[in-house]
């Protein structure tokens, strides 16, 4: 009775797996695959932007970033700060230069456009912090198809405004952060 049984699982186990040949030469092979994940990344092309000198009024400044994604299609919104005197936004003695709400901001790339027909200036939608007390606002999120074969490997720009309303802001030197955020499309 054990003999069968030995015989039976034998035979199960021949079944099951192929008969191996004993030979002078042989080969075997198994399909193997590996899926690539879409990825994404920015680089600031500067660490700092001169905006230059404003009296009053409303003034840009045009900030450069790289993106390289392994996706024709990436979605991205900006966030920008008001300017705070002397880099230092936990006094507020004298008040920020604030981000100019309407324009917007303008949004433009190498080889690449919105895509639907959509707008390239992405209308203020949300407030955020950065650098832990930094007030900004943030954009609308715009979809942008790359011309690249495959890939969205160019430079994006982003410009945002701010306004000096005030005739006897004390003169010196304000600044605040411009951020882009970026995500592949899947």
């Not at 699982?9 to 008969?19: I, N, T, Y």
């Not at 600031?44 to 996706?71: E, H, K, M, W, Y």
């Not at 979605?75 to 008040?95: M, N």
Request: charged share 15%; hydrophobic share 40%.
């Amino acid at each position: 009775m054990k003999g069968k049984l030995v015989l039976i699982l034998l035979a199960l186990a021949l079944a099951s797996f192929g008969v191996a040949s004993a030979d002078e030469e042989d080969n075997a092979q198994s399909h193997v695959y590996v899926v690539v994940d879409p990825n994404i990344t920015i680089l600031p092309g500067a660490a700092s932007v001169n905006l230059g000198t404003v009296q009053t009024g409303i003034f840009p400044g045009r900030i450069q970033f790289r993106i390289d994604a392994n996706t024709e299609q990436v979605q991205f919104y900006a966030v920008v700060s008001h300017l705070y005197k002397g880099d230092v936004c936990t006094i507020t003695d004298v008040p920020p230069i604030p981000v100019a709400l309407p324009p917007g901001v303008v949004m433009t790339a190498d080889a690449a456009n919105p895509v639907g027909g959509s707008s390239n200036v992405a209308d203020y939608t949300g407030t955020a912090i950065q650098n832990t007390c930094f007030d900004s606002h943030s954009s609308r999120t715009i979809r942008w198809e790359s011309a690249q074969n495959g890939h969205f490997s160019q430079y994006v720009y982003l410009t945002p405004s701010w306004i000096q309303a005030d005739p006897e802001k004390p003169m010196g030197e304000y600044s605040g952060f411009v951020s882009l955020w970026a995500m592949v499309v899947l």
